[in-house]
């Protein structure tokens, strides 16, 4: 019961502070939140501590616990960014993510096709092939699994640690896509043979094609999206 309620109170304040409706600055009182929630000082306390660990709130001796910028916030934490895709912050992120993905994995497909061992590069070609029958039957969420799978597994195989780490933020703006109407129920022929053309460029370690492919990806996943994002405002840090 206990888990429960905290996870209560850590989505609701989380989803309250990136809404504005708990605006940056504010300063929160345990004991109001206390009452508020119906909850245990220790609930609260361990609430907060998961909103500190976030970058979202620091306490204040004395004081309380008080809101940070946004610009404090760990802009890449999985949690973060479920609660921005279901805000009204939901274009700037998708374009933030986008920007990322696009910047970063046709450089990781590269570093694959000359770093991947062989059980990697084999598990590309499996989970393209399912990619495949999952979006050819329309089954919309395996589709979804296989597709956040994929690119993880590049990210995993191109043997750069810092690469690796986007792996769980790259896998929740794929979700959100989903979740959010986003994503065809039939993925197109085309996005299908680009998957399977990566798969076998990192397989024959060519790594020209597999950059060169990766970009075509992103740079149709950036078009597909650019309607959701295109009149929200960018934050400058």
Do not use: Y
């Amino acid at each position: 019961m206990s888990s429960s309620l905290h996870d209560h109170v850590v989505q609701s304040l989380g989803r309250a502070i990136v809404d504005g409706a708990i605006p940056q600055g504010t300063v929160m009182l345990a004991e109001v939140l206390e009452q508020k929630f119906g909850v245990s000082r220790s609930v609260i306390r361990e609430a907060i501590r998961v909103l500190q660990s976030l970058g979202m709130t620091e306490s204040v001796k004395r004081v309380g616990t008080r809101v940070l910028e946004s610009g404090h916030w760990n802009a890449l934490d999985p949690q973060l960014i479920r609660w921005r895709l279901a805000s009204h912050e939901q274009g700037a992120q998708l374009r933030s993510l986008t920007e990322l993905r696009v910047s970063v994995e046709p450089s990781a497909a590269a570093l694959a096709a000359r770093h991947a061992p062989a059980d990697r590069t084999e598990r590309l070609l499996q989970l393209s092939a399912r990619m495949r029958e999952a979006g050819t039957a329309g089954n919309q969420t395996l589709f979804a699994d296989l597709d956040i799978e994929f690119h993880s597994e590049i990210l995993r195989a191109c043997g750069n640690d810092m690469f690796a780490c986007l792996d769980s933020a790259i896998a929740e703006v794929i979700r959100g896509r989903t979740e959010h109407g986003f994503m065809p129920k039939h993925p197109s022929e085309s996005t299908l043979d680009r998957h399977e053309r990566v798969a076998r460029a990192i397989a024959s370690g060519n790594s020209d094609e597999a950059r060169s492919v990766m970009v075509e990806i992103m740079h149709r996943t950036m078009n597909e999206l650019e309607p959701v994002w295109k009149d929200s405002p960018r934050t400058f840090g």
